[in-house]
């Protein structure tokens, strides 16, 4: 949860990290999911802008920069990722043919990352269109 921080002229979102929280998500995540898990949160701390944040909101690690950005789950038989906008899923429709999506994510082998290159992609994808909605 974002905290606010009102003034006279306008409320203030004051970003909140609970890298933490991410942090005990990922240790009762059993391998080989937390594994990847762990290689996708690298690739896309490496990835972000200064001033990006983590959390757990909607039940998993979630990634913000001025919004939500991005965020990844464990499941029994998958992993998950959530671009957090389904017009990423479709923009990237070819590349993620292997893959079963829906409007709103993308699900992945547990002990298989999604490629470096598409990771980079949707996420610098993300970060332009939260650049642009400020």
Do not use: Q, W
């Not at 762990?38 to 920069?65: D, Q, S």
């Not at 992945?108 to 470096?116: A, I, N, R, S």
């Amino acid at each position: 949860m974002a905290l606010t921080k009102k003034t006279k002229t306008k409320e203030v979102v004051v970003p909140v990290d609970e890298s933490d929280k991410v942090d005990e998500y990922l240790a009762a995540v059993p391998e080989p999911a937390k594994g990847t898990l762990t290689e996708l949160r690298r690739m896309i701390k490496e990835l972000v802008p200064e001033g990006t944040t983590e959390r757990i909101a909607y039940g998993m690690p979630t990634f913000f920069y001025k919004r939500g950005l991005v965020g990844y789950a464990a499941f029994d038989k998958h992993c998950g990722f959530y671009p957090m906008n389904p017009d990423v899923i479709v923009k990237f429709a070819v590349e993620l043919a292997k893959y079963p999506t829906s409007k709103g994510a993308i699900r992945f082998p547990l002990g298989t990352p999604l490629p470096v290159a598409l990771v980079r992609k949707m996420v610098m994808t993300r970060v332009a269109e939260n650049e642009r909605k400020g």
